[in-house]
């Protein structure tokens, strides 16, 4: 092991041995997902420190927030006097839900603004704390987590195992979404639905229970492609998807922290990079029959990241189908994300 591998790994290991849990930091702390996604942070009693990072109003949600009794210490940091790097010294796990939502009319510059502000901010980690957990929640998820990805390249700290796009919101809605239909609702937490692919729209896909009749399949599947649609829509020009964001967001910064902490056998879907695991990498590609280099499929983490990434397995026709219409557009989302920074560096 290299010395300052090693020499991370020991900084790792006393400072849970001082019961500190893994540093959680949020960049976007004080935005639609930001706030509520910090509050579940907070009342989570296995952190200890919790990092708050916005351009507005982080010192007054760390302050509403230290008023709860849980034992995260919670400090809210702006850019001044070098926020982001203070805010990100000493992250392990790093949570972005930093950039503008979809509202009607913001298409193309939802990208443009977006890619900047992850782009600024994995420089950040990237400098300051290459080795932590990146879970990035800014949309276009399948072309955020790519430029991340680029970003660290290019600071020479790429590690694949722990690059990771967040669409546990797929897997919320689908999972809430299917209890439903069978009967079961409000059993979600029961009823788990893996969304693989890429996060929304025709780059995702899911193997649904048999039971579910044909004439429904259609329209559960457009439902949960297009989730993200209905709450734009009922929220008429106020943003997209929070509450239930930030819900799945808590839902997989949770796995992760459990699963540095050491807890075995741990899986969640995510969006990663293939070479994470080049033996499920391969197996994977094969089932697509296409060459990608992020997916989203059930994925095993462990301290130090991804473990394992799982195949699609057995799954419908109509489903081979439906993944099989992802891989265009995904591979085009991929490509913008990586050459947006190969052009800007
Ligand atoms: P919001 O506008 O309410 O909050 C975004 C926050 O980011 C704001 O507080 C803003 O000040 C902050 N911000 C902007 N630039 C920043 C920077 N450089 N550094 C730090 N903070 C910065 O938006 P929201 O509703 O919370 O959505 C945030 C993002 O999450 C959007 O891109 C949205 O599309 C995405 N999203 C993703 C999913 C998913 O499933 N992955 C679901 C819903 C929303
Ligand atoms: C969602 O799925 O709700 C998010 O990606 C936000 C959006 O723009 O739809």
């Not at 998820?141 to 660290?152: K, L, Q, R």
């Not at 949770?254 to 293939?274: H, M, Q, W, Y």
């Not at 280099?293 to 983490?301: P, Q, T």
Request: glycine letters at 10%.
């Amino acid at each position: 092991m290299a010395r300052l591998e090693r020499g991370w790994v020991l900084w790792r290991i006393r400072r849970w041995a001082a019961g500190c849990s893994p540093g959680t930091v949020v960049l976007g702390a004080a935005g639609g997902i930001g706030q509520p996604l910090s509050l579940l942070l907070k009342t989570n009693p296995a952190i200890t420190e919790l990092a708050l990072f916005d351009i507005v109003n982080t010192p007054g949600v760390a302050a509403d927030l230290s008023h709860i009794a849980t034992p995260a210490k919670v400090v809210g940091r702006l850019p001044p006097n070098d926020g982001l790097k203070e805010t990100l010294t000493g992250a392990e796990v790093v949570v972005i839900p930093a950039g503008v939502p979809r509202k009607p009319g913001l298409r193309d510059d939802l990208f443009k603004i977006n890619a900047g502000i992850v782009k600024d901010l994995a420089t950040g980690i990237a400098t300051v704390a290459p080795k932590a957990f990146v879970l990035v929640i800014s949309n276009p998820v399948n072309s955020t987590v790519p430029i991340v990805a680029e970003v660290f390249k290019k600071h020479g700290v790429y590690d694949p195992k722990r690059i990771f796009g967040v669409t546990t919101l797929d897997v919320v809605r689908a999972s809430t979404f299917v209890a439903e239909i069978i009967g079961k609702p409000g059993s979600a937490p029961d009823v788990v639905v893996p969304v693989i692919g890429g996060h929304s729209g025709v780059t995702s896909s899911h193997p649904l229970p048999d039971s579910i009749a044909k004439d429904t399949f259609d329209a559960l599947v457009k439902r949960i492609q297009f989730g993200g649609d209905e709450v734009v829509k009922a929220k008429d020009g106020a943003g997209s998807a929070t509450l239930s964001m930030a819900y799945a967001g808590f839902e997989f910064a949770n796995k992760v922290i459990r699963a540095i902490k050491g807890e075995k056998g741990i899986v969640a879907p995510s969006f990663v990079a293939l070479k994470a695991d080049p033996a499920g990498a391969e197996a994977l590609t094969k089932e697509l029959g296409a060459e990608l280099e992020f997916f989203s499929s059930n994925v095993e983490l462990g301290p130090e990241g991804v473990v394992k990434i799982h195949p699609l397995g057995k799954i419908t026709q109509g489903e081979t189908e439906l993944v099989k219409a992802a891989v265009p557009e995904l591979l085009t989302n991929i490509k913008t994300g990586t050459t947006y920074v190969l052009e800007k560096y």
